[in-house]
């Protein structure tokens, strides 16, 4: 069992800047390709970005180019997403996901464990 652990949301304005973090627990997470996906009210959960083991950031959402990433500290057994630029269409709750089962990052379907999300709030 992995349990996910989100933290680093909250309120900023337009084109401020967040890190979220994402603390994994029960075992090591290190070989495990990470994704950050979120989710606003009314709306299906949508994919942000992967991580794989070695620490590449090789799928991004369109919406998120040039202006998130993602890093990781296998020592600490934690995610980053640092996001930079922020719209107020950022605006949603952001989880982090991990053990991906199948080819396909984007889907939330292939991740098995997920966090308990935190909630990014931006004002325009």
């Known amino acids: 069992q992995v349990q996910l652990v989100e933290s680093g949301g909250g309120l900023v304005q337009a084109g401020g800047s967040l890190r979220l973090s994402c603390a994994a627990s029960g075992r090591t997470v290190s070989g495990d390709t990470m994704a950050w996906f979120r989710q606003a009210p009314g709306k299906e959960r949508e994919f942000v970005i992967a991580?794989?083991?070695?620490?590449?950031?090789?799928y991004y959402a369109d919406s998120i180019k040039g202006r998130f990433t993602s890093s990781r500290d296998n020592s600490k057994n934690t995610v980053y997403l640092q996001m930079n630029s922020l719209k107020p269409e950022d605006t949603a709750v952001y989880y982090c996901?991990?053990?991906?089962?199948?080819?396909?990052?984007?889907?939330?379907?292939?991740?098995?464990?997920w966090g308990q999300g935190t909630q990014v709030t931006v004002s325009s």
């Open positions: 991580i794989t083991r070695n620490g590449a950031v090789t």
């Open positions: 996901a991990a053990e991906l089962r199948y080819t396909d990052p984007a889907n939330p379907s292939n991740y098995r464990y």
